[in-house]
């Protein structure tokens, strides 16, 4: 049974640290038994960043889509984990508004990342939350997962123009925000492809970028998130064949 002392260390250990803007992609499972479960994973992590550091995580909600577009910010789960839904319904969490791809975040630049993502050009976009984290600081947590649930890949899609990976017809989706007004935006659904993106693990360690360690059962990541930008764009820019390709004749960008 994994402890939080042990949990704390393990984490440290992987270079998590007081301050830092850190958003995390997980897999709870993963870790194996936990003393006290999703809620001492989440005690650990405010621990260790202190009361200068902000915590985020993706609370993807893969439930909304053509067929059921509203998205409710309070009620609405996410569809990528346990530890994010129950994060998310902490007291002074707030969750940005996007309908498909928002995240939670609890601390002093919280705000900040939340912020504006439902008016940004995509959910991606340089003024997003993964688009401010990759040019603020930020830190990526891979706690018992990899590349794979990395969306700041597709920020990096995005702002390198790589063409045919979304669809050019658009959904309206609605929202229903934390003052309970109604909005509603166009959204671009993902087109079909295939990727590669834990191909893209070993450039960002080799750039220093990349930490790996053992959390629980399994084998965890901390990604510095500028180093992550400054690594890939210029393989999405060149030769984004590396780490995506259409399965498609699309070609919208």
């Given amino acids: ?16 640290r007081e301050g830092m803007n850190l958003l995390v992609h ?11 479960g999703a809620d001492t994973v989440i005690d650990s992590l405010l621990e260790l960043l202190g009361p200068a550091g902000t915590l985020m995580m993706s609370t993807v909600s893969g439930n909304v889509n053509r067929d059921q577009p509203v998205f409710h910010v309070e009620l609405t789960p996410g569809t990528v984990g346990i530890l994010s839904n129950i994060f998310r319904k902490r007291a002074g969490v707030i969750r940005s508004l996007h309908p498909v791809h928002s995240i939670a975040a609890f601390g002093p630049k919280a705000e900040f990342f939340c912020s504006g993502h439902l008016e940004a050009n995509t959910p991606w976009s340089e003024d997003s939350p993964y688009g401010k984290l990759m040019r603020n600081d930020g830190f990526i947590l891979f706690l018992g997962t990899n590349f794979r649930a990395n969306t700041c890949m597709h920020a990096l899609e995005i702002e390198a123009r790589v063409p045919g990976l979304h669809t050019k017809e658009s959904s309206s989706l609605y929202i229903y925000d934390y003052d309970g007004k109604w909005q509603e935006i ?10 590669n993106y834990t191909d893209m693990e070993q450039y960002v360690e080799k750039a220093g970028g990349l930490n790996y360690a053992a959390v629980g059962e399994s084998i965890s990541r901390l990604c510095d998130a500028r180093i992550l930008r400054e690594t890939l764009l210029p393989i999405f820019k060149n030769t984004p064949e590396l780490a995506i390709r259409k399965t498609t004749d699309n070609d919208f960008i």
């Fill in 1 to 16: 049974m994994l402890t939080k002392e042990i949990l704390k260390e393990q984490l440290f250990a992987l270079g998590v």
């Fill in 26 to 36: 997980s897999s709870l499972r993963k870790l194996g038994p936990i003393d006290g």
């Fill in 186 to 195: 166009q959204h671009h659904w993902h087109s079909p492809k295939q990727d």
